[in-house]
Antibody, heavy 123, light 107 residues
Framework: QVQLQESGPGLVKPSETLSLTCSVSGGSINNFYWNWIRQSPGKGLEWIGYIYDIGTTTYNPSLQSRVTFSVDTSKNQFSLQLHSVTSADTALYYC?????????????????WGKGTRVTVSS | DIQLTQSPSSLSASVGDRVTITCRASLTINNYLNWYQQKPGTAPKLLIYAASTLQSGVPSRFSGSGSGTDFTLNINSLQPEDFATYYCQQSYSTSWTFGQGTKVEIK
């Protein structure tokens, strides 16, 4: 069964770039939408965006100016870069697989999630 | 962005109770609405997609309904493992959004 694992530094300095990678095991990275979601301490879920396997991206408008996604299909990995971070970017970051169902239209949902990785922005 | 407002923000219930959580969208989203369950220290888990389709492996005591702007998640006969926070999420617009969550606590 498909599993996702986030990895990256747990501590990032203000104004620097947060970089995370999500490794996909047990299945192909092709034909899915690969998402990043974050959850600030004690808060709800914030969708950051997704990348499709061929590299098409959609970002949350509130983060669009600072976010870059990439995908490496040969490694079955996708990555997040969040630039110019501040303490407001301190959160638990999840990656998740976006899947679709034809019912009969395309419905999108996130059916497999990583366990999350905690990132703290602090000097 | 499409805003999703869940109510209540929290509720207390007993094992065996029927629980209803609502999610209201700021614009019509047809039935592009998903529900997730999150337990403390764990990632969200998909329960229902397309407003009413139960994800494989999810117990049948969970059900969803609604279309347009108003949606409901029902839990029949609440079980101890159902105490968690529940989130709705829309995938109608290109920018997906979540509701703020509803915490279901033990009475």
């Amino acid at each position: 069964q498909v599993q996702l694992q986030e990895s990256g530094p747990g501590l990032v300095k203000p104004s620097e770039t947060l970089s995370l990678t999500c490794s996909v095991s047990g299945g192909s990275i092709n034909n899915f939408y690969w998402n990043w979601i974050r959850q600030s301490p004690g808060k709800g879920l914030e969708w950051i965006g997704y990348i499709y396997d061929i590299g098409t991206t959609t970002y949350n408008p509130s983060l669009q100016s600072r976010v870059t996604f990439s995908v490496d299909t040969s490694k079955n990995q996708f990555s997040l870069q969040l630039h110019s971070v501040t303490s407001a970017d301190t959160a638990l970051y999840y990656c998740a697989r976006g899947n679709t169902a034809m019912l009969p239209y395309h419905y999108y949902y996130m059916d497999v999630w990583g366990k999350g990785t905690r990132v703290t922005v602090s000097s | 962005d499409i805003q999703l407002t869940q109510s209540p923000s929290s509720l207390s219930a007993s094992v065996g109770d029927r629980v209803t959580i609502t999610c209201r969208a700021s614009l019509t989203i047809n039935n592009y609405l998903n529900w997730y369950q999150q337990k403390p220290g764990t990632a969200p888990k998909l329960l229902i997609y397309a407003a009413s389709t139960l994800q494989s492996g999810v117990p049948s005591r969970f059900s969803g309904s609604g279309s347009g702007t108003d949606f409901t998640l029902n839990i029949n006969s609440l079980q101890p493992e159902d105490f968690a926070t529940y989130y709705c999420q829309q995938s109608y617009s290109t920018s997906w959004t979540f509701g703020q969550g509803t915490k279901v606590e033990i009475k």
